[in-house]
């Protein structure tokens, strides 16, 4: 019953932005940390944002403030609004949605994932 559509990816230049959703269904959403991982092939899955049930946000390092997320519980959705693209930014981006602290355990639920390609 557990579903997470991703939606939102494409190809843009360097410098553009692109503004992901993942909605959510069968889950408790409001209770649920969620998070924005990013994948390229022969790479670890990469951990780019995490949401918490009370608003916290948790983002790794390296995005410099060019990405933030967002929750509405009230739609089951979590957007991940991507500014200043890089093509290093180019990647898989999945959510996914826990009880836990995404820095410690990993998602319980996934979504299909939506590609992100940056290139001029």
């Known amino acids: 019953q557990v579903q997470l559509v991703e939606s939102g990816g494409g190809t843009v230049q360097p410098g553009e932005s692109l503004n992901l959703s993942c909605t959510a269904s069968?889950?408790?959403?409001?209770?649920?940390?969620v998070g924005w991982y990013r994948q390229t092939p022969g790479k670890q899955r990469e951990l780019v944002a995490q949401i918490y049930n009370t608003g916290i946000t948790d983002y790794v390092d390296s995005l410099e403030g060019r990405f933030t997320i967002s929750r509405d519980d009230a739609k089951n959705t979590v957007w991940l609004q991507m500014n200043s693209l890089k093509a290093e930014d180019t990647a898989v981006y999945y959510c996914g949605g826990g009880l836990y602290t995404l820095r410690v355990r990993e998602a319980s639920y996934w979504g299909q994932g939506t590609q992100v390609t940056v290139s001029a």
């Open positions: 069968g889950i408790i959403f409001r209770v649920h940390v």
